[in-house]
């Protein structure tokens, strides 16, 4: 013989569950005296006496259950007669613990990378973050989401909730941003949520071509001037990033000009006045 029981995680020490086990068709001294329960890691037993004068088992829980550590439990409960000889029964008592929303999701990582190259189409795939949740169902159904989204970054990238997965959404352009930190939420059936952080370091590509600037130009220079005149300055600047931004100037043909390179580190390095002499 058994009986099922249905208790929840979330039970606190102290909770009682009736149990109605013995059926003694004798009465008086031949009818459950006592019950004895096996040694067991949660509950105890207490019996109760009814205005009858029938004794039955109460469980009560003595130390709290936890359903993603044990989901079922089995208890042995032995029953035991006043008559002569003394009858015993046993019944094995089975719980069920039901689970409670008692775990928040957990990220793989607290802190994800990853790098993309800028000019990337749309739907490139970046980067899949994912959560556990230890609970059941609902209680453990994950949901993604960014939080606090700047508003340049909601334009870039879009995050898939059900699988974690971020994906380019708008045009990537190291020029306009090398690094983004994105914040993501994993959320459960009931909101218990937690945060990962994603850094997405952008990589340079060579997509912009040396703008050559004019700052200043004689139109006009005498037939004797003499080596070393200046003749005009030319700032030349390459947007891009390290190789990609470094530029080599020459002069085309026999032009009886010299073109003097200064690297002004006060500005750029990439930025480069050009005099011509
Ligand atoms: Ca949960
Ligand atoms: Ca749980
Ligand atoms: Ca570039
Ligand atoms: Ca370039």
Not at 3 to 19: F, Q
Not at 148 to 162: A, G, H, M, V, Y
Not at 164 to 183: H, N, P, Q
Not at 186 to 208: C, H, M, P, Q, W
Request: aromatic content about 6%; charged content about 25%.
């Amino acid at each position: 013989m058994f009986i099922t029981l249905e208790i929840s995680e979330s039970a606190v020490k102290g909770a009682r569950y009736r149990i109605n086990a013995a059926h003694d068709a004798d009465i008086g001294v031949n009818a459950v005296q006592s019950y004895i329960l096996q040694e067991n890691a949660h509950f105890v037993l207490n019996v109760q006496t009814t205005n009858a004068g029938n004794k039955y088992g109460e469980l009560v829980l003595n130390k709290e259950l936890d359903r993603e550590e044990q989901q079922e439990l089995k208890l042995l409960l032995t029953a035991v007669d006043g008559g002569s000889p003394q009858r015993s029964g046993t019944v094995v008592i089975h719980v069920t613990v039901l689970d409670a929303n008692d775990n928040a999701p957990v990220f793989t990582e607290s802190v994800y990378t990853a790098s993309l190259q800028e000019n990337s189409p749309v739907n490139t795939p970046v980067i899949r973050v994912s959560a556990s949740d230890a609970d059941e169902g609902i209680n453990g159904e994950i949901t993604y989401e960014f939080s606090r989204l700047s508003e340049k970054s909601k334009k870039l990238f879009s995050l898939d909730e059900k699988t974690g997965e971020i994906i380019v959404t708008g045009d990537i352009d190291y020029e306009e941003g090398s690094k983004y930190e994105l914040m993501v939420v994993a959320k459960d059936g009931y909101g218990l949520s937690s945060e990962a952080k994603v850094i997405i370091d952008i990589t340079d590509v060579n997509d912009n071509a040396p703008d050559i600037i004019v700052k200043s130009l004689s139109s006009s220079i005498p037939e004797n001037a003499p080596p070393g005149t200046e003749v005009g300055i030319i700032n030349v600047q390459d947007r891009d990033s390290d190789k990609n931004g470094q530029v080599r100037c020459s002069i085309q043909g026999n032009a009886p000009f010299n073109l003097v390179v200064f690297w002004d580190l006060s500005i750029l390095l990439a930025s480069s006045p050009l005099i011509i002499v």
